[in-house]
């Protein structure tokens, strides 16, 4: 009989959530103007800057997943007609790409392979070729789990006065983020991730320039996303603009205490230790990162599949006999890899010695040759 219980979530997102956050988001509800939620509010904004690593005054939990902050980004400041020039090596790059060319943007795609980082060269010549509103990559490509390193981009966009954004709906609480420092205009995340939190909010950060930018647009954004009405509510002013999210921020509130009381710093090395695990299991399974360790992400493993393993079956096994997510490969990496998330609350080494000898079952099941004992000492020892 196949096992029943909790499912371990070691896909792309959600990633489990703590006992703790599941019971912040069943409290009663509060009115968005009552004190006591705004206080809670308050405490939701601050702890956002500081994972973000910004001063910004408009950082705040938008309500809607994190294609909502990539959207509250593009309908704020990509106006018709304006150059954007956008990194796309993964689905979400091209997402974005699509959601500013949906907004009127003329948009040039700087494309490498998916599983390759970006050319900061090629980028650099695609910003430089004509004046740019605004230059975008995704730091932690869920599709692919190439992380990009943000300051030779930022650095690119600075000098050539375009705005720089980044998605980190992947990287925020999983590694250390200094947004301020590196002059990004405007991010956006998500809170499934590495947050642990469930999904719904979209954590996004604006700076002044990208808010003067926002507010000079024409024609207005769409009400929902407009930063000025944001403000009023996510500002001193405290009015009324959507009726908030309330269970899903006490929710937030509780997975930024429990970050908070980790330490940023403390929580990206388990990420990174978690994953080093990982990866030092997959010879003895017959497997391969895609990724070399210097662009990987510290959450998000992707792994090719030996000759003649059959992708719908490994996965379906696992959730069956095993109660254990992991991701589909995207795109053109459909059938060819399987994405393994250890994020947040999911970033354990037990949950790693879990998945490692799912795996190894999997894979013998398929009549792939594997050693789960020296898998499962390799992960011990990395
Ligand atoms: N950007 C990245 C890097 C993502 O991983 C995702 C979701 O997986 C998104 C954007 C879109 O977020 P959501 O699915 O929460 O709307």
Do not use: W
């Not at 019971?23 to 206080?39: K, S, Y």
């Not at 390193?149 to 250390?176: H, K, M, N, Y």
């Not at 405290?238 to 006490?250: C, E, F, G, K, N």
């Not at 003649?308 to 996965?315: K, L, T």
Request: net charge neutral; charged share 20%; with cysteine.
């Amino acid at each position: 009989m196949a096992p029943t219980g909790e499912v371990l979530l070691l896909g792309p997102g959600p990633a489990p959530t703590s006992l703790t956050v599941r019971e912040a988001q069943a409290r009663p509800l509060l009115g968005q103007l009552d004190p006591e939620f705004l206080a809670i509010v308050d405490r939701v904004q601050a702890g956002l800057r500081r994972l973000f690593g910004v001063e910004h005054r408009f950082t705040l939990p938008l309500a809607g997943t994190g294609t909502a902050g990539m959207e509250c980004v593009v309908a704020n400041l990509v106006a018709p007609g304006d150059r954007v020039v956008v990194g796309v090596h993964g689905v979400f790059g091209q997402r974005f790409a699509e959601a500013a060319r949906r907004a009127g943007g003329q948009v040039t795609e700087v494309r490498a392979e998916f599983g390759a980082p970006l050319c900061a060269e090629r980028f650099a010549a695609a910003v430089a070729a004509g004046p740019t509103r605004l230059a975008a990559v995704v730091h932690a490509e869920t599709s692919t789990g190439v992380l990009t390193d943000l300051a030779p981009f930022a650095a690119i966009a600075r000098q050539a006065d375009a705005l720089f954004v980044v998605d980190c709906v992947t990287s925020l609480a999983g590694v250390e983020l200094a947004l301020g420092a590196l002059g990004v205009d405007a991010a956006f995340a998500g809170t499934q991730k590495c947050l642990s939190a469930p999904p719904g909010l979209a954590p996004v950060t604006f700076g002044e320039r990208a808010l003067a930018v926002a507010a000079a647009r024409q024609p207005a954004p769409p009400f929902y996303f407009d930063t000025r009405l944001l403000t009023g509510y996510f500002g001193k002013d405290r009015v009324y603009h959507h009726t908030a999210p309330v269970s899903l921020i006490y929710a937030l509130a509780a997975a930024l205490d429990e970050v908070e009381q980790e330490g940023l710093a403390a929580r990206a090395a388990r990420h990174r230790a978690v994953a080093s695990a990982l990866r030092a299991a997959l010879p003895h399974l017959g497997l391969h990162a895609l990724v070399p360790v210097e662009h990987a992400t510290p959450m998000l493993t992707t792994v090719q599949y030996p000759g003649g393993v059959d992708d719908a079956a490994f996965r379906r096994r696992l959730r069956e006999m095993h109660r254990i997510e992991v991701g589909a490969g995207l795109g053109p990496l459909a059938g060819r890899v399987f994405r393994i998330g250890t994020m947040g609350h999911g970033a354990t080494l037990g949950n790693v010695e879990r998945v490692v000898a799912a795996i190894g079952e999997a894979l013998a099941a398929q009549g792939v040759r594997v050693d789960t004992a020296a898998a499962l000492l390799a992960a011990r020892r990395a």
